[in-house]
């Protein structure tokens, strides 16, 4: 090991390629009993994401994080690959798809509970997740580059519950079963693009991490050849992720911005009369409407508010949406 990474993984506290290899293998070892765990605090931490979704707890939806296991078998991959062990590589990559399957399913049961599909577009725990963009794939890598370290050291095994939280694997795909049950086919491929963009993170970053700790040296570890065309894999497959990410990243960029100067036009223009207030900009789409609030339902000409909107493109639409103050006592 080079005197970097000796800084980074101290000899005494690196574990050994067997014993990393013993934790991340779901087919090594005591078989059933990692086998046997591994499904159980699956399914519960599936049911728990599903229901703190549901509730909109941010509290439940942590604990689902905490007991989620499926960054042992996605860190596994990493060091099938590090090692060029391709039978880890697909034992741990079914796991995975398993788990995926898994979770997707509890949470389209937990559908049911849904009475209103449009109440799910409210809800902190799936807006926050069905949107992904370049700044969650940085968490993403960092949050794997701890995983990996803490997985790779004895002192470190404290954070490993951070990074549980940090990563977030099973929510999304919670959501994913929850939206696609009733029918939000977008917010659901969202989430699971939030998913996969995790999963490639925490390959790549326990890939760069088992490497770098050395674990690509050792005896056991196959030739070369075969882990490269591995990395080049790896590598397609984060190209794959990163650029829906960036162009979404772009677009939600440009409507903060378009929708700013609608703000400010619709501020101004709703001053000239001082019953009525802007209380809304919101998008659907590439269509923004502007919600007035006024007392007797009358707005202002919106030929001032048109002209002052001509900088937009033209493939964006505005609309304005007035709604009535009115009070009635009832007793």
């Known amino acids: 090991m080079s005197r970097i990474a000796e800084a980074l993984i101290p000899p005494s506290q ?5 014993e990393l290899h013993e934790t991340l293998n779901l087919g090594a070892g005591e078989v059933g009993r990692k086998r046997s765990a591994f499904l159980i605090m699956l399914v519960l931490s599936a049911i728990i994401a599903a229901a703190g979704v549901l509730g909109d707890s941010t ?13 042992t078998p996605i860190l596994g991959i990493a060091l099938g690959i590090v090692v060029g062990q391709l039978r880890l590589v697909v034992s741990s990559l079914l796991w995975v798809l398993l788990g995926v399957v898994l979770v997707i399913t509890i949470g389209a049961m937990f559908a049911v509970f849904v009475a209103d599909p449009s109440e799910l577009q409210s809800n902190s725990q799936i807006t926050g997740r069905t949107s992904p963009g370049l700044l969650d794939l940085a968490a993403a890598l960092a949050t794997g580059t701890a995983g990996a370290f803490a997985m790779s050291r004895r002192d470190l095994s404290t954070v490993l519950p951070g990074v549980a939280i940090a990563i977030s694997l099973v929510p999304p795909l919670g959501v994913v079963g929850v939206c696609a049950g009733v029918g939000e086919w977008d917010a659901a491929i969202g989430a699971l693009w939030l998913f996969l963009s995790n999963v490639v993170a925490l ?13 690509a040296r050792e005896p056991s570890s196959l030739p070369t050849a075969r ?3 591995a990395y080049v894999i790896v590598g397609i497959a984060a190209v794959v992720v990163v650029i829906p990410l960036a162009l979404n990243t772009v677009a939600s ?39 007035v609030v006024t007392d007797d339902g009358e707005i202002p000409a919106t030929d001032d508010l048109a002209a002052a909107l001509d900088g937009l493109p033209e493939f964006i639409g505005v609309s304005v949406r007035v709604q009535t103050e009115a009070e009635y006592s009832i007793r």
């Open 203 to 215: 390959i790549i970053a326990g890939s760069v991490v088992f490497t770098l700790a050395g674990y």
């Open 253 to 291: 960029l440009l409507l903060t911005s378009w929708g700013l100067t609608i703000r400010n036009a619709s501020q101004e223009w709703i001053s000239a009369d001082p019953t009525a207030s802007i209380s809304d900009v919101h998008w659907v789409g590439l269509n923004a409407t502007i919600d």
């Open 59 to 71: 509290a439940t939806v942590i604990g689902a994080m905490i007991i989620a296991p499926l960054a």
């Open 227 to 229: 882990r490269r065309r």
């Open 14 to 18: 690196r574990l050994s390629a067997d």
